[in-house]
Nanobody, 124 residues
């Protein structure tokens, strides 16, 4: 599976962005997916995760109620809809896939595939 993330950009606080992660490979629908972010000078951390079925989703506390992870298996795409953006959401966002399930505590080393990052900058 190869992943390509895009959709980042510059947005004002309170605005919205939708990130997309396009996956290649016929096993995409069975992969758990997640979005991570890495702010300047900080560690990469999970933002949201989703089981392969799409039924179970997970969000870190700081984005609950503002971000939504979803997937379209027919298009091999996973999305991260980001609303009510804050300056502290500024980071490089990465998508990742795992052949098995994920939770918020799944270590990064357990993910099998990573996309390149896409930069999100939120101005105040």
């Amino acid at each position: 599976v190869q992943l390509q993330a895009y959709g980042g950009g510059l947005v004002q606080a309170g605005g919205s962005l939708r990130l997309s992660c396009v996956a290649s490979g016929r096993t995409f629908s069975s992969n758990a997916m997640a979005w991570f972010r890495q702010a300047p000078g900080k560690e990469r951390k999970i933002v949201a995760g989703m089981r392969g079925s799409g039924v179970l989703t997970y969000y870190t506390d700081s984005v609950k109620g503002r971000f939504t992870i979803s997937r379209d298996n027919a298009k091999n795409v996973v999305y991260l809809q980001m609303n009510s953006l804050k300056p502290e959401d500024t980071a490089v966002y990465y998508c990742a896939a795992r052949r098995y399930g994920v939770t918020l505590t799944t270590p990064m080393r357990d993910y099998d595939y990573w996309g390149q990052g896409t930069l999100v900058t939120v101005s105040s």
